[in-house]
């Protein structure tokens, strides 16, 4: 059984275009989060949700918009993809917010906008 | 603010060769600090971490790091390089002074190679 999965998990679309990710945990964990990462392998965290109640919110473009619509899912949608938006955006959880917990990783989604 | 610098993007070993992954920190306290593996095509696992407990920590799959509060550092180690370890290596901080919840910060990563 997978802890965290995504889907899908290849996603290629044109500029313009708005897109969802979808994001679900079956571990029971109260926290989920997005991150991204770029070609450069870079990591960043993009939003955090706590028994869906935003909680972290990094300065990412407002066409990026979370949604948890209960404590086992975080989706994301992106309006009006541009090219610097292709990268790897990966879901994590963990079983709360208390510091030095472990953060359970998706297996990713590639972006990659034309 | 917290940061985590690795120094090296990339490693390269001999297969049975000691693994070095060099990683510090800047925190105006100790704080938690993580190191993940990431397999090619894959999401991020969790090989150890620090929570103010020992200094020494071991992890999964033969890594170990130990934490050193005069160096700010916390490099990750191996005595026997396998070929199976070649991966992204990510260190990881969460400061437990941001009020930021469990925020982590990634540094850059290294790649480890493995050869024979």
């Known amino acids: 059984d997978t802890a965290v999965s995504q889907t899908p998990k290849y996603l290629v679309t044109q500029m313009g275009n708005d897109k969802s990710i979808k994001c679900e945990q079956n571990?029971?964990?109260?926290?989920m989060y997005w991150y991204k990462q770029d070609s450069k392998k870079f990591l960043k965290i993009m939003f955090s949700?706590?028994?869906?109640?935003?909680?972290i919110n990094e300065t990412v473009p407002n066409r990026f918009s979370p949604k948890s619509p209960d404590k086992a899912h975080l989706n994301l949608h992106i309006n009006s993809l541009e090219l610097g938006d292709s990268a790897v955006y990966f879901c994590?959880?963990?079983?709360?917010?208390?510091?030095?917990?472990?953060?359970?990783f998706g297996p990713g989604t590639r972006l990659t906008v034309l | 603010a917290q940061s985590v610098t690795q120094l090296g993007s990339h490693v390269s070993v001999s297969e049975g060769a000691l693994v070095l992954l060099r990683c510090n920190y800047s925190?105006?306290?100790?704080?938690?600090l993580f190191w993940y593996v990431q397999y090619p095509n894959q999401g991020l696992q969790l090989l150890l971490k620090?929570?103010?407990?020992?200094?020494l920590v071991k992890g999964i799959n033969g890594f170990e790091a130990e934490f050193k509060k005069s160096e700010t550092s916390f490099h990750l180690t191996k005595p026997s390089a396998h070929m199976s370890d070649a991966a992204e290596y990510f260190c990881?901080?969460?400061?437990?002074?941001?009020?930021?919840?469990?925020?982590?910060?990634f540094g850059t990563g290294t790649r480890l190679q493995v050869t024979l």
């Open positions: 949700y706590n028994n869906k109640e935003l909680i």
């Open positions: 925190s105006s306290v100790p704080p938690y």
């Open positions: 994590a959880s963990s079983q709360s917010t208390s510091y030095g917990l472990q953060q359970y």
């Open positions: 990881a901080v969460s400061d437990p002074n941001t009020g930021t919840a469990s925020k982590l910060t």
């Open positions: 620090y929570t103010s407990a020992a200094t």
């Open positions: 571990l029971g964990h109260d926290t």
